[in-house]
């Protein structure tokens, strides 16, 4: 099997300069209940930083800091959100040499939680889920009759459920640092993955291959143009499968009545749903072979990528292609009629993802980035939202992945809330707290302006800060043109 082994090189002294990104994985779990002020946390770094070619702090560096300050919410009576803040100040390179850093919590990976400009961690307001939220504006409008609000309620709390508003993160949770001081380093490194064809005449095949394949996947039902082919596998489906495992991704679950309202509650909820279906594609009238994704705690906030079989094999191994791309918000579509998933406009973030993902456990003996000048930078998905790209495809040669490097470590449960009692006290003093406050009429019609607004102006739709990519520069490659086919349909 493959080893990620990391060399050193030295070089003149350089500067990652504030604001950087690190994006690291958590090795023990927190919670606003039960974690302490003051107690150590390890992340791990899972994705490399470079500047100018050069990688400067490599998978693998360990990030060493405390949590600053915890807040419960308890009863409910002082704290309607709880908080946590933490604090990395001290990164250990893979080679055992440290560096001291200063850093601030930027965001947290497919999360219902959110992070304030001081890197405070906020949990979600408990009454603020779309079901409760939707419950609240139909009660507004029976405001003058106390006996259908009573009702209205009692059918709410029999429905949904009331969400965990406690901030729980398992170990293996995923955040954004960001560097707030300029950090000085002496050495870069290099990883050792190897181009996936050494000679020339394997070159000339391995482009030939890329040429040959569709680029694109279409809705199974109404044929519209969807997902970009971002990502290519070369081994068995059943190493790919592991090696997603050892990345903490999971199958999703077929669609169906019973997924369907599964995936309803965990929206209305703002309750996890790690195994939500996925649409229906097709990549040359195939269907998709796998189905996986990864999140947090969040339906509305996932990655995800479709994996299709090829009739192609590489050096005896299958080819398989996949699409894929990263839900970050749930909303209502007009031209849609229905809610939909709203994504990441730069989908190249999410085949960096991908790629550092599975790189980071071991699984992957060789990789290449190729070029496809002829893939459309800027197109629509089938749901009329624009997505951007270079156009390239990441191509990662797998080994069995028996024994995987590095894997989400299972850690220790911590306590998340208090007993019945006290739930039921919280339940109580939220919602009625909520109701005179965030659910009053006025405050509710100033939502809906914004919201409207956010849609007219665009500022609903973002796109998500750049992941940085494992491979080094020189693993690409250019495909110079595609075979001649029918063209695709133009998409709407």
């Known amino acids: ?91 250990e390179l893979p080679d055992g040499t440290t560096h001291t850093v200063s850093t601030r919590v930027s965001s947290i990976d497919n999360s ?16 603020a889920p779309f079901g409760h939220r939707l419950a609240g504006i139909t009660r507004n409008l029976f405001v003058w009759d106390p006996l259908i609000q009573l009702v209205l309620a009692g059918s709410t709390a029999a429905v949904l459920r009331f969400p965990e508003s406690e901030i729980y993160f398992p170990a293996g949770a995923e955040l954004a640092l960001s560097l707030e001081q300029p950090l000085e380093l002496d050495t870069t490194w290099s990883t050792p993955l190897p181009r996936l064809a050494s000679t020339s005449a394997g070159q000339a095949r391995l482009l030939d291959l890329i040429r040959r394949m569709t ?41 169906g009545k019973k997924t369907g309202w599964m995936s309803f509650r965990s929206l209305a909820e703002a309750r996890a749903y790690p195994a939500a279906p996925m649409s229906a594609m097709t990549l040359d009238e195939r269907p998709a072979r796998l189905q996986l994704s990864k999140t947090l705690n969040s339906y509305a906030q996932r990655h995800h990528l479709r994996v299709y079989d090829q009739s192609d094999s590489w050096n005896g191994r299958p080819v398989l292609a996949a699409a894929s791309t990263q839900d970050i918000a749930v909303t209502w579509s007009f031209g849609n009629t ?137 693993l690409r490659s250019t495909v110079l043109a595609p075979p001649a086919r029918p063209a695709d349909p133009e998409p709407f």
């Open 1 to 91: 099997m493959f080893l990620a082994v990391w060399a050193a090189q030295a070089l003149p002294a350089a500067t990652i300069e504030a604001g950087a990104r690190l994006e690291v994985r958590v090795r023990q779990p927190l919670s606003s209940y039960s974690s302490k002020a003051g107690s150590e946390i390890l992340a791990d770094l899972i994705a490399p930083v470079r500047r100018d070619g050069f990688t400067f702090l490599p998978q693998g560096s360990v990030l060493r800091g405390h949590i600053e300050n915890v807040k419960a919410i308890g009863w409910g009576l002082k704290n309607l959100r709880a908080s946590i803040t933490l604090q990395f100040d001290l990164i």
């Open 112 to 127: 219902r939680e959110s992070v304030d400009q001081s890197g405070r961690i906020l949990g979600i307001r408990a009454t």
């Open 215 to 255: 680029y694109r996947s279409f809705t199974q039902d109404s044929r519209k143009p969807a997902d970009y082919v971002n990502v290519v596998f070369l081994g068995d489906p059943e190493w790919i499968e592991r090696a997603f495992d050892a990345a903490g991704w999971v199958h999703a679950d077929r669609l």
């Open 338 to 474: 229905r809610l939909i998933h709203v994504i990441d406009r730069n989908i190249d973030n999410e085949r960096a993802k991908i790629v550092n993902d599975l790189v980071y456990t071991g699984c992957v003996d060789a990789a290449e980035l190729i070029e496809r000048p002829w893939v459309p930078a800027e197109t629509r998905v089938a749901t009329g939202q624009k997505i951007f790209t270079d156009g390239a495809v990441a191509v990662l040669e797998l080994n069995p992945c028996r024994a995987a490097l590095r894997s989400p470590l299972p850690g220790v449960d911590l306590r998340v809330s208090g007993g019945r009692g006290q739930r039921f006290g919280r339940r109580l003093f939220l919602t009625v707290g909520n109701d005179f406050t965030f659910n009053n009429p006025l405050y509710q019609a100033g939502l809906g302006a914004k919201w409207l607004w956010n849609r007219i102006t665009g500022r609903e739709v973002r796109t998500r800060p750049a992941h940085t990519p494992v491979l080094d520069p020189h």
